[in-house]
């Protein structure tokens, strides 16, 4: 299937390959310039950021994060990475003289509203956002290109966040992207024959989000199941102290990966095959990234699901007999330490009870906390 964007229409022939910058540039204008320099001729079509505001993502008590500088606290390295939105208005201007296109992940109103000011090319929703419906309803309300990643999901997650969408708008271009949240994700899990299933089941295009560490080999061969839409990240070096870096791709390596693409992307299956295997890619190898077609949580994702996507969660410690309103709540990420809260959909179930017992500032609000035993 296609996927159109920018007055542009995307294949499997020709696919969308979109360098994720994410937060690599550290802050720096000029790393971050360098960043794009590095994309901008070697057949990429689109840069994409993350606008990051830390209380958009994150309970101060989500714990810490391994760096190659130590433990790090979470919560302080996404403050860290905060930046004003001239930031990204001048990263926008210079990566649209480089002619491609330009987007950021988003992670809450502020972070959407601040985008779109930027007039950005299409929208991305990451994969711990996907059930977060009434951010995901925001985004569709823009009327641009909606791309969601879907990794540590099940199928009833992507349907829900597919029909998110379609409850504000039923025509936008919509396409959901593949995706192993494993950092780094093993190539055997990826299961490539999931992508044209995907796009049967949903009726919509279907691309990748790879994670893994070879440059070209999963991406290439998505590309024989459908895939019309290539996401890799890119950082300068993978010494470097970003929170991605560790597994993306290096500029020498990633422009390999967009230069292979643009070689084979219109080849048959057997050609693509053939050339993996002259680029030292067992056959074994190539019969395990394809999988069984069959949707289920990859191996490495599943101590995940329900900890890096989106759950209520106490802001402030509270006692018992107090109200709770939309002020005691956030909706952020649960992640390592903090205890899995519910649906944020049920938010308006839980706003205006009052608490049976004392909780935590983090907590994941629990049923019991409301119910009366």
């Given at each position: ?8 229409v ?6 969308l390959?979109?360098a994720?910058l994410?937060t ?10 360098q ?16 606008i ?35 930031f ?13 296109m330009?987007?950021?992940s ?19 929703v990451?994969?711990p ?10 985004i569709?309300?823009?009327s ?19 029909d998110?969408?379609?409850?504000v ?8 992207l ?6 780094p ?7 490539l024959?999931?992508?044209e299933n995907l796009?049967?089941?949903?009726g ?7 994670h ?11 590309l ?15 010494e ?11 500029p ?7 230069k292979t ?17 002259e680029?030292?890619v067992s056959?074994q ?9 069959v ?10 699901y ?12 509270m ?5 709770i ?8 990420r649960?992640e ?6 519910l649906?944020?959909?049920?938010k308006?179930v839980?706003v ?7 909780v ?14």
């Amino acid at each position: 299937m296609k996927f159109e964007c920018n007055g542009k229409v995307f294949s499997s022939k020709h696919p969308l390959i979109i360098a994720e910058l994410g937060t690599s540039h550290l802050g720096s204008i000029e790393k971050a310039r360098q960043l794009i320099d590095a994309v901008s001729d070697c057949g990429c079509d689109a840069v994409k950021f993350q606008i990051v505001y830390a209380n958009e993502i994150l309970h101060p008590k989500s714990g810490y994060v391994k760096l190659p500088q130590g433990n790090v606290l979470l919560y302080e390295k996404f403050k860290e990475l905060e930046c004003n939105q001239d930031f990204y208005a001048e990263l926008a201007e210079y990566a649209r003289s480089k002619s491609l296109m330009f987007s950021a992940s988003v992670f809450g109103e502020r972070s959407l509203q601040d985008l779109i000011k930027l007039q950005p090319d299409f929208l991305k929703v990451a994969s711990p956002e996907l059930n977060y419906h009434d951010l995901i309803k925001s985004i569709a309300s823009c009327s641009l290109p909606i791309i969601l990643s879907t990794g540590v999901s099940r199928l009833a997650d992507i349907e829900g966040a597919i029909d998110a969408v379609r409850s504000v708008n039923a025509k936008l271009p919509l396409a959901i992207l593949h995706c192993i949240t494993s950092y780094p994700a093993p190539e055997t899990e990826y299961n490539l024959l999931l992508i044209e299933n995907l796009s049967r089941i949903f009726g919509i295009p279907v691309g990748l989000s790879d994670h893994s560490m070879h440059p070209f080999f999963v991406p290439l061969l998505s590309l024989s199941f459908g895939s019309c839409i290539i996401e890799k990240h890119l950082c300068l070096s993978r010494e470097e102290e970003g929170l991605d870096d560790k597994i993306a791709l290096e500029p020498k390596d990633f422009s390999l990966m967009c230069k292979t693409i643009r070689k084979m992307e219109s080849k048959p299956l057997d050609e693509v095959i053939q050339y993996l295997k002259e680029k030292k890619v067992s056959e074994q190898a190539i019969k395990d990234v394809c999988g069984s077609g069959v949707k289920r949580l990859a191996f490495s994702e599943q101590q995940n699901y329900e900890r890096t996507n989106r759950s209520l969660h106490y802001l402030h410690s509270m006692q018992k007999g107090e109200l709770i309103t939309e002020g005691s709540l956030v909706i952020v990420r649960t992640e390592k330490v903090l205890s899995v809260g519910l649906s944020p959909q049920l938010k308006s179930v839980v706003v205006g009870s009052r608490l049976q017992r004392n909780v935590n500032e983090g907590d994941g609000v629990a049923f019991e906390d409301i119910i009366e035993k």
